[in-house]
């Protein structure tokens, strides 16, 4: 609430000074974060063929995807409770939440690969399930959260009231007289106009049911997966489970673009508006 009472406190002293003409100093752009950022090596551990050799680790070239285990992941689970309002539909997401927190409290994934020395090789598949599980999550919560539109917050209203009432280029040279950066300047524009498009527009709930139904299957397998002991017997068919189950996230954050929506809205909220410096 504080934050918010200083945003606009501080737009509407830009919306006061904007009409000065003092020149100020320039600042350097600010950068877009991420809300979610999870470390991941960028290139794959491989076994070594003096490990090979002293029969540590067997060699692989590369893991198998289970077909019949994708398509029982790519396909779901039924939710029997019927998602009708922003209650039930967070009320069914809160319950992923707490089985996705329930395993990264204990180290997630990544922990799972690195506590078994045979699946160690192989521990950047679980930074990558742990991240993609983060993001499958954060963004069914956003959907149910702006089902029936993306609410728009009270510094971004008056940033557009400022633009119908005195135009688009002049707001912007307001702005870059006051000193601040183009590249902020340009961040913060584009928001607001993304903000307005954003506002009216619809996912309807039955739509985020089958989400969630996909996103329960892949979730449970998370957890099963990280509470799996592994041993020479079965090393093969955890990764190729591990693998599955990642390539699964991957294609469903990639390709449903009801998702990648998701997750572009709710990642590309600018970390400063001007009323921040």
Same mark, same amino acid.
């Given at each position: 609430m504080s934050r918010g009472i200083v945003v606009?406190?501080? !737009? /509407? $002293?830009? !919306? %006061?000074? #904007?009409g000065c003409g003092d020149e100020q100093e320039e600042q350097a752009p600010l950068k877009l974060i991420e809300r979610e950022v999870t470390w991941v090596k960028e290139k794959p551990v491989e076994t070594t063929h003096e490990e090979v050799l002293d029969g540590k680790e067997p060699l692989r070239s590369s893991t198998p995807v289970d077909p019949e285990l994708a398509a029982l992941l790519r396909r779901g689970e039924t939710i029997k409770t019927k998602v009708q309002d922003r209650a039930s539909c967070l009320k069914q997401v809160e319950a992923l939440d707490k089985t996705r927190t329930a395993v990264q409290v204990n180290g997630g994934l990544w922990t799972w690969f690195e506590k078994h020395e045979t699946?160690?090789?192989? #521990?950047?598949?679980? $930074?990558q399930l742990d991240s993609n599980t983060n993001k499958l999550v954060f963004a069914l919560r956003?959907?149910?959260?702006?089902s029936q539109g993306v609410p728009i917050a009270p510094f971004v209203r008056q940033l557009n009231a400022r633009v119908d009432a005195s135009g688009l280029e002049t707001v912007r040279q307001e702005l870059l007289d006051l000193g601040k950066a183009p590249a902020d300047v340009e961040i913060w524009l584009n928001f607001s106009?993304? #903000?307005? =498009?954003? =506002?009216?527009?619809?996912v309807e709930y039955p739509v985020i049911q #089958?989400?969630?139904g996909k996103g329960s299957a892949l979730v449970k397998k998370y957890d099963e997966l990280s509470?799996?002991?592994? /041993?020479?017997?079965?090393?093969? %068919? %955890?990764? /190729?489970?591990a693998q599955t189950l990642l390539t699964v996230l991957n294609e469903l954050l990639g390709e449903n673009e009801t998702l990648v929506m998701a997750l572009d809205e709710d990642v590309k909220l600018p970390y400063f508006f001007p009323s921040d410096m």
């Open positions: 606009v406190l501080g !737009f /509407s $002293m830009w !919306f %006061a000074l #904007s699946l160690r090789p192989y #521990s950047d598949k679980g $930074m956003h959907l149910c959260e702006t106009e993304r #903000s307005r =498009k954003k =506002k009216n527009r619809v #089958s989400l969630i509470k799996r002991t592994v /041993s020479k017997d079965n090393l093969d %068919a %955890a990764l /190729s489970e």
